[in-house]
């Protein structure tokens, strides 16, 4: 038994390094500098508590029936308290054995991450001190990192000059973080089942009133946390000095998201109908009391709500995979730029100084180019869809693709109309009533915050035809297309008809999302939408929750909003987005807010097996049975 | 009086094998027809060339006096001619009261503005629609399984939300392929006790493929044998099962025979 | 049984006339715009014969590489129905760890050394840049796909989508951002000089190699217990495994054969074109994806054929036509949306990927 | 329940007053407030207000992702190092100054979002960047309507710098007077007749490629092929294979390093190109371009934007990147001396108009630091002499051509030969 666990203390030990050594060779200790040991220790710190965590869930669970089932039971993404209520009296008086046993597991795994990381600076170092260069590229960023890790400076390690005490210092302040681990996890262990007891208590107390407390306290985060901002944006409070704007902009996007989370949460009706108010009030005050780097992003954030609510007609509505849903966005986008900016193309003003306009002045407005870039995307909406509508699945997303690079490198080649890279510049801004929108609200309002405000509305509106549309015979329609496309046709859906709708309506949406782009960007290049953008909108329905427009808003908050909180940390910032993107996939597939009406996933049914189950989440179980899983497939078989 | 449909010569031919020869076929209103043969006989190729999902090589396909060739499969569920299927395919996410909305599909006008806006005549529509689904469900003896999504609804459910389904569209003609398979005895009675529900109160032509005997000698008025994709006989039920070439289609003049009908089938 | 869902196919389609008539004359309209700019202007410019040959030679090399990667792309989809999106990193990876091999061996001189010493130095740098494709390769399926085997489709193409982005990244921040040059070795620099046709040595090689491990894929999926259990898994993943074949085992080893043919890639193109950098796997990556599509995904000799129709059409088509050479992706592009407007399942996907549909 | 809910609602109302109300409060009560409160950067007159102990904030604006970040980090280390030099020489009247570095990603949206972030922190007083022209093309628009002035180390295109906005300043060269030049070079000191002019579709690599051909045709001589690629390719055999069938005397690039060396180096396996000349601009002229390039840079053309530097200040400079850094300044990108001289001409500037306060504060009034930047006049840099002019081109210097030989830079001709 002391084998094992030393042999799993050992093992934690080595993916605590696994993960040090990728923060290592991705620079982290250089960037962070004299205090990057302590910072590593800290995080394998954190491994190690992981790690103890799992195994004292899992030591709890064998107090009272050790048999082989209690390890069986490996806890997975799960790391919260598992049912440990037979274990209470085991855990009461918590021996003084298990203490000794987790310290010495914690500075075991830790001497183990800190031997190694010892080692791996040590060879480094002493190779570098030696004049041995390892290879050219690893020389750009090793001494840094080593340096900074060892503590030393650079020039120190290029002479040689590494102290042995140094690297017995690395491996104690690792030892001391395992220790640290292994203490928090002995203390949690042992408050968890107070804890746990505590409110088992309070549970048979006063059952469903805590319940609604929770349900309250839920309900008016959201309100909270916008008093909150707006009390940020006062003048003289400053909080986490010059982060103030991050913060902010953090606490924006928790406070939009959890309010969608709040009307979840509220009683249908009455009490719905008046957080939903309350809620959308205090949304549209947002333009008025963000400044204007908040502002910008949230504008984006809500530019990219509309794209993705249009791709969701498309691909969670429809079921018609695209991947080049950035064209539409182009289109309008490019579509506002002709009209409104000075001399935007060789061939658009030579055009428009023959019909006697003055190129200098925009052509139409913001609200009269807008039915103009609507049509013109849905135009080619409906282009892009009539060649693609015998076309199913992968075949579809390759196109759309396809057509979408297309679009992006027309943009960048016809430079005659285009303006090629260069780009359209100086497209004019939405103004209200001929005037800026700063002169009608007294100067409340930036020009970002008008952005934002329209994004808003925009969106809002959006989301409203999106969501009326869905609930009509359309929608049904679209749904049964998906589901399946013959069987549709054959029980009289227009299959033409409706996946040009679909695509009409998709594409309309995007591209008011793009001419509100490129009013908020006023100089525009090709680059701005390239298949990024596409994949960024689709990722953004698919971790939300395809088919829900409140997963969307979420998603978009997400993938759009938190970029910019983690600015901080630039370089790293894509691969943390990256990573989250696949771990968050993991634990929730089904997206953060998926919709009510779309649990039952997706499905192919030939790629699941028989006995496939699919947890949407939480809440809902679906089974789907074996016979009607496979029935696609045999109705096709059927018909020879 | 003209048959309500009219089959005239049809045929259906994939790659080398023909799967529908030269099939003429009458099926008057209101009557109940049964189409029999053998596995890989054709039959569903059949109604498939009749919905639309296959255009036959040759023939012509009239219903009440107009053609259905070159038809697409919604248009012909206009004209009045809905079907089920052998393998149940319902939109299996969606509850059975949805599914048979979708039926009526067609039949609802609304413009798509109107559904956005959420005039009053789209949604007095929407009621209406409603509705009707819920008389349809109670009609083939589904009421109370309004909000079950139909995955999860029981096999001989299923089976009768299809026939739901179809009856959405407000057919003249509907076909019925296999509706009785894989179904226990209760549940096969229920379903013939609809099937004359069908004709007797709505006014529904049904033609349907069978392979239950029983059921199809005691609810067919008429009955037609496929075997190979040729029509080998035509009549009552009482005269088909006299029929020689019939017998010896289904039991096989040498055991060589039958094989060969199996394997084709698979 | 294999046959029929081809028929659904037709079945579906053969209604909607106008379609089909639409797709007629499209086709004509185009074809007769192609034979008019080819005959025209394309041969109007009076390019001599030896420069259609080395266009043709440069479409064959480039063709040859995303016939490697695309056969990646289209067996893990025969196997799993997922468009492994990080498949062009997986190259890359190749490619920087040949990159890093060849570094080594020619600080030791063995790139100056007797032929046969730089040629057994070659191969190891190529086992080596696959070895390391192969780890990463299988690493994403254990971490990033295994746990989304039951989920929607959609799911897994963001986890691709996620793992792509984080190897290009990670990548870049241990790598650095400048791209590493490939320095030939003298044995394989320069190239075979025919007349007017200049053939570089490594393009060869390139296209030999290339069609010898597809043809060496071909015969471990057609000819080996392992290709009948891929094909089983392929049909049936739950049959299979009713029939005894460990299908985490199959799906492994397919990520694992996927993963080398794109590790020779990777390298192979590191000293064709002497760069790679963290994100030189994406573009090559898309387009043998399009490849992939064009010849019918899930195909094998699709994916080869498609790709190497590609390479051709892209290195030709912008002379042919007379448009300029930046829109050679749009002529790979159309040509992709062209073919599946006429074959929607690509050149050869009928069995599998019909199926998928 | 009805009364739970409607203290419930009142309590929403309440937060929601809260939230609603604390809007027009900044701008009502701000300038009664302004005088008694010491920490406020900016009153409403325009000016920065620098509390004694904080940090005079320079933003800087960095492709440190996206296409190139290579040269992107390049110039931030020159930033960084200006910073450093600063600092280490007291600063200005004690006050330290501080970089804020974000990603601009070389790229519209990233500058957008890069330039609001700017505009919204109050205590940026000026900002050093953006890197890509199009990512300074995001920048512009919220600049100049925040009033915060910046100097672009690398950002070429002739669009950025105009009349009309008074805040964009730039100490690189325009690409008009590089494209003129080179053209000038090509045709008149090496006295080619045809050439063939490639661009990488970027507005940078486009712009000088169409300014070069322009210039190429007024001298008289022709172009023989327009073509572009994309950055980020590698394989251009098919497209030179059709350059080299117009047989040209040369092929002019307009784009970034690893292409260019790319490009010089397949046209050696190109029939028709094998002995053609081939130049490139300044985006080319790296350690990174003879690399790629590896033997067949040999007698290729460079052309770099660059001033009468002096050859101490440059040693030390490269000297303390090489120590901070541990990598040569070349290996990166070219601009590393332009960034560093951005930052200074900005601090030069700033110690112009700044003043201290009766309470110790640094004062610097935004419109006054706008026209001190347009006034900078003899300011010696890593770069040469900077004078800035009236529409904010604040390069010094010229273009040089240089020409490789032994796997080196070497100058052939323009400025500084004389």
């Known amino acids: 038994m002391p084998v094992e666990s030393a042999t799993r203390a050992v093992r934690t030990g080595l993916v605590a390094f696994a993960f040090l050594a990728y923060l290592i060779f991705i620079g982290v200790p250089g960037k962070i500098g004299g205090s990057a040991l302590p910072v590593l220790a800290l995080i394998s710190a954190l491994f190690i508590w992981l790690a103890l965590r799992r195994e004292s869930a899992a030591l709890s669970g064998t107090a009272v029936d050790p048999g082989p089932g209690a390890y069986q039971k490996k806890p997975g993404w799960e790391i919260g308290p598992r049912d440990t209520s037979d274990a209470s009296p085991f855990v009461d008086h918590l021996p003084f054995s298990v203490v000794t046993g987790f310290v010495l597991k914690g500075v075991l795994a830790g001497c183990t991450t800190g031997l190694l990381i010892a080692v791996l600076s040590g060879v480094s170092a002493t190779a570098m001190g030696n004049g041995v260069s390892i290879q050219p590229v690893f020389d750009k960023i090793v001494p840094v990192n080593v340096a900074a890790l060892i503590g030393v400076s650079p020039g120190q390690i290029a002479q040689a000059e590494v102290p042995l005490l140094r690297f017995v210092l690395q491996v104690l302040f690792f030892a001391g973080a395992g220790l640290l681990a292994a203490l928090v996890a002995a203390a949690a262990r042992s408050s968890q089942s107070q804890a746990e007891q505590l409110a088992r208590l309070t549970t048979r107390l006063s059952g469903p009133t805590t319940v609604n407390v929770a349900r309250y306290a839920g309900v008016a985060l959201p309100f909270l946390l916008l008093a909150y901002i707006a009390w940020l944006g006062l003048p003289g409070v400053s909080v986490f000095g010059s982060n103030e704007g991050t913060i902010r902009l953090l606490i924006t996007l928790i406070a939009t998201g959890s309010g969608l989370f709040a009307l979840r949460l509220s009683l249908p009706g009455r009490e719905r109908t008046v957080v939903g108010v309350l809620l959308g009030l205090g949304v549209l005050a947002m333009p008025f009391i963000l400044d204007q780097f908040q502002n910008s992003v949230m504008?984006?954030?809500?530019?990219?709500?509309?794209?993705?609510?249009?791709?969701?007609?498309?691909?969670?509505?429809?079921?018609?995979?695209?991947?080049?849903?950035?064209?539409?966005?182009?289109?309008?986008?490019?579509?506002?730029?002709?009209?409104?900016?000075?001399?935007?193309?060789?061939?658009?003003?030579?055009?428009?100084?023959?019909?006697?306009?003055?190129?200098?002045?925009?052509?139409?407005?913001?609200w009269m180019a807008l039915p103009v870039a609507m049509l013109t995307a849905a135009a080619g909406g409906i282009l892009l869809g009539i060649p693609v509508l015998r076309m199913r699945g992968d075949y579809l997303a390759i196109v759309t693709l396809g057509f979408g690079e297309i679009i992006r490198l027309f943009m960048l080649n016809l430079g005659e109309l285009t303006n090629g890279p260069r780009g359209i510049l100086e497209i004019s801004q939405p103004a209200l009533f001929g005037l800026s929108p700063s002169s009608v609200t007294f100067g409340l309002l930036s020009s970002q915050g008008w952005i934002f405000l329209l994004a808003l509305v925009s969106s809002a509106l959006v989301a409203f035809v999106a969501?009326?549309?869905?609930?009509?015979?359309?929608?049904?329609?679209?749904?049964?297309?998906?589901?399946?496309?013959?069987?549709?046709?054959?029980?009289?859906?227009?299959?033409?008809?409706?996946?040009?709708?679909?695509?009409?309506?998709?594409?309309?949406?995007?591209?008011?999302?793009?001419?509100?782009?490129?009013?908020?960007?006023?100089?525009?290049?090709?680059?701005?939408?390239?298949?990024?953008?596409?994949?960024?909108?689709?990722?953004?329905?698919?971790?939300?929750?395809?088919?829900?427009?409140?997963?969307?808003?979420?998603?978009?908050?997400?993938?759009?909003?938190?970029?910019?909180?983690?600015?901080?940390?630039?370089?790293?910032?894509?691969?943390?987005?990256?990573?989250?993107?696949?771990?968050?996939?993991?634990?929730?597939?089904?997206?953060?807010?998926?919709?009510?009406?779309?649990?039952?996933?997706?499905?192919?049914?030939?790629?699941?097996?028989?006995?496939?189950?699919?947890?949407?989440?939480?809440?809902?179980?679906?089974?789907?049975?074996?016979?009607?899983?496979?029935?696609?497939?045999?109705?096709?078989?059927?018909?020879? | 009086m003209t048959a309500l449909l009219s089959v005239q010569r049809v045929t259906k031919v994939f790659g080398g094998l023909t799967a529908v020869d030269g099939v003429d076929l009458d099926i008057e209103e209101r009557s109940i027809t049964s189409l029999i043969g053998p596995n890989g006989a054709g039959k569903t190729t059949l109604f498939n060339c009749l919905t639309g999902l296959h255009r036959p090589e040759v023939g012509e396909i009239l219903f009440s006096g107009s053609s259905l060739i070159g038809l697409r499969p919604d248009e012909i569920t206009d004209r009045g001619v809905a079907r089920t299927y052998q393998n149940i395919r319902l939109f299996g996410r969606m509850t059975a009261l949805e599914n048979v909305l979708v039926g009526q599909h067609l039949r609802l006008e609304a413009s798509h503005w109107s559904a956005v806006l959420r005039t009053a005549r789209q949604q007095s529509e929407e009621r209406a629609a409603r509705e009707l689904a819920r008389d349809l469900l109670d009609f083939v003896g589904l009421s109370g399984r309004e909000g079950v999504v139909s995955t999860n609804l029981p096999y001989g459910d299923q089976r009768l939300l299809e026939v739901a389904r179809a009856l959405g569209s407000r057919p003249r003609l509907l076909l019925l392929d296999e509706p009785a398979a894989g179904m226990n005895p209760s549940e096969t009675d229920r379903m013939m006790d609809l099937v004359h529900r069908l004709r007797d109160e709505k006014g529904i032509t049904v033609f349907l493929i069978e392979h239950d005997m029983k059921v199809v000698m005691s609810i067919s008025e008429s009955v037609a044998v496929l075997d190979y994709g040729e029509k080998i006989a035509e009549g009552t039920p009482e005269e088909v099962r006299a029929n020689a070439r019939v017998v010896e289609a289904y039991l096989g003049p040498e055991v060589e025979v039958q094989e060969a009908t199996e394997s084709a089938s698979h | 049984m294999t046959s029929s869902p081809a028929t659904v196919q037709a079945a579906g389609t053969e209604g909607r006339t106008s379609l089909r008539q639409f797709t007629r004359v499209l086709g004509a309209v185009i074809l007769l715009f192609v034979i008019w700019r080819v005959t025209t202007v394309g041969l109007s410019e009076g390019y001599p014969a030896s420069f259609w040959i080395s266009q043709a030679l440069n479409g064959l090399v480039l063709g040859g590489v995303y016939a490697l990667v695309a056969l990646g792309y289209t067996l893990v989809y025969g196997i799993l129905f997922m468009i492994n999106f990080a498949h062009g990193e997986v190259m890359m990876i190749g490619g920087i760890t040949g990159y890093f091999a060849l570094q080594f061996a020619q600080a030791r001189g063995w790139m100056e050394g007797p032929w046969a010493v730089v040629v057994v130095a070659l191969l190891l740098i190529m086992f080596i840049g696959m070895a390391a494709s192969v780890l990463i390769g299988v690493t994403l399926e254990r971490l990033a796909y295994r746990p989304l085997r039951q989920a929607p489709r959609l799911v897994p193409l963001i986890s691709a989508i996620g793992a792509s982005l984080f190897l290009q990244y990670s990548v870049l921040l241990i790598f650095g951002v400048s791209p590493h040059s490939y320095r030939k070795p003298a044995l394989i620099s320069g190239g075979l000089r025919l007349g007017d046709v200049f053939i570089p040595y490594t393009g060869a090689i390139i296209f030999v190699t290339s069609i010898l491990l597809m043809l060496a894929l071909y015969f471990i999926i057609q000819r080996t217990k392992l290709g009948r259990a891929m094909r089983a898994v392929a049909e049936d993943r739950s049959t299979a495994s009713l029939m005894g074949v460990d299908v985490n085992a199959v799906i492994v080893v397919t990520f694992m054969l996927g993963s080398a043919l794109a590790g020779a890639a990777g390298v192979m193109l590191g000293f064709h074109n002497t760069v790679v950098k963290f994100n030189s796997g994406f573009l090559p990556g898309l387009k043998a994806f399009t490849a992939a599509v064009l010849g019918g995904i899930g195909n094998i000799p699709g994916a080869m054929f498609g790709a190497l129709l590609l390479g051709l059409i892209e290195a030709i088509g912008p002379s042919a036509l007379g448009i300029p050479t930046e829109y050679k992706d749009v002529i790979a592009f159309s040509l992709l949306v062209l073919i599946l407007i006429f074959r929607p399942t690509g050149l050869f996907g009928e069995v599998l990927s019909e199926k998928k549909a | 329940m009805s009364k739970k809910l409607t203290i419930f609602s009142l309590f929403l109302v309440a937060a929601l007053m809260m939230a609603a109300c604390a809007a027009p409060q900044p701008a009502a009560q701000a300038p009664a407030e302004e005088a008694p409160m010491e920490e406020t950067a900016a009153d409403m007159s325009g000016k920065v207000v620098i509390a004694s102990g904080s940090m005079i904030r320079i933003g800087g604006s960095f492709a440190l992702t996206g296409p190139i970040p290579d040269p992107g980090l390049n110039i931030r280390h020159g930033a960084e190092l200006a910073i450093d030099d600063l600092n280490a020489m007291g600063g200005l009247e004690g006050f330290m100054f501080e970089l804020v570095a974000e990603d601009g990603a070389c790229d519209g949206t990233q500058g957008t979002n890069v330039g609001n972030k700017f505009a919204a922190d109050e205590t940026i007083v000026a900002v050093t960047g953006g890197t890509c022209s199009g990512e300074t093309f995001g920048l512009v628009p919220i600049l100049l309507e925040a009033r915060i002035p910046f100097v672009s180390p690398s950002a070429t295109n002739p669009d950025i710098t105009s009349a009309d906005c008074d805040v964009c300043n730039r100490v690189a060269l325009s690409d008009a007077l590089q494209g003129a030049t080179d053209a000038d070079f090509v045709v008149n000191d090496l006295g080619l007749t045809k050439v063939a002019v490639v661009h990488d579709n970027s507005d940078y690599g486009k712009g000088l490629a169409e300014i070069f051909q322009s210039g190429v045709m007024e001298l008289g001589a022709k172009v023989s092929s327009f073509e572009g690629v994309q950055v980020g390719d590698t394989d251009f055999r098919a497209m030179l294979a059709r350059v080299g069938a117009d047989g040209p005397q040369a092929v002019f690039f307009g784009g970034y390093s690893t292409e260019a060396g790319l490009i010089a180096q397949q046209m050696t396996e190109t029939p028709g190109l094998e002995d053609t000349a081939f130049m490139s601009v300044d985006g080319a002229y790296t350690q990174q371009y003879l690399e790629a390039a590896g033997d067949a840079s040999e007698g290729t053309y460079i052309s770099f934007v660059s001033g009468a530097d002096s050859e101490e200040m440059n040693e030390e400079f490269d000297a303390k990147y090489m120590e901070k850094y541990g990598v040569s300044p070349d290996d990166l990108g070219p601009f590393h001396s332009q960034s560093y001289d951005s930052v200074k001409l900005i601090a030069a500037a700033i110690a112009a108009v700044a003043s201290v306060d009766d309470n110790g504060n640094l004062v610097i009034d935004r419109e006054e630091l706008i026209s001190a930047i347009r006034s900078v006049d003899a300011f010696e840099g890593l770069t040469g002499t900077i004078k800035c002019d009236s529409i904010g081109e604040c390069g010094a210097g010229g273009v040089q051509i240089f020409q490789v030989s032994e796997g080196d830079f070497n100058q052939v001709s323009g400025f500084g030969m004389e």
Do not use: C
């Open chain 1, 299 to 366: 504008g984006l954030v809500f530019i990219f709500v509309m794209m993705g609510l249009g791709l969701n007609i498309v691909v969670g509505y429809a079921g018609l995979l695209d991947l080049g849903y950035v064209a539409f966005f182009a289109i309008g986008a490019y579509t506002y730029a002709f009209l409104s900016a000075p001399f935007s193309s060789p061939y658009v003003s030579s055009l428009l100084l023959l019909l006697g306009v003055a190129p200098e002045s925009p052509l139409l407005g913001y």
């Open chain 1, 467 to 640: 969501i009326r549309l869905n609930d009509s015979r359309l929608g049904r329609a679209w749904f049964a297309m998906q589901e399946d496309e013959d069987v549709a046709e054959a029980t009289g859906v227009h299959l033409v008809r409706t996946k040009l709708l679909a695509f009409a309506i998709g594409a309309t949406f995007a591209g008011m999302a793009g001419q509100l782009y490129a009013a908020r960007q006023i100089n525009i290049f090709p680059e701005n939408f390239s298949l990024f953008v596409s994949i960024d909108a689709l990722a953004l329905i698919i971790v939300g929750g395809i088919g829900s427009p409140a997963g969307i808003v979420l998603g978009a908050l997400a993938l759009k909003g938190l970029p910019e909180v983690l600015r901080g940390v630039d370089e790293y910032r894509i691969v943390t987005f990256a990573a989250l993107l696949v771990i968050m996939m993991i634990v929730r597939p089904a997206g953060i807010l998926p919709s009510a009406r779309r649990r039952i996933q997706i499905n192919d049914p030939n790629e699941m097996g028989p006995d496939s189950k699919i947890v949407s989440d939480g809440e809902a179980e679906v089974v789907q049975t074996a016979g009607v899983a496979k029935n696609a497939a045999n109705g096709q078989e059927e018909a020879m």
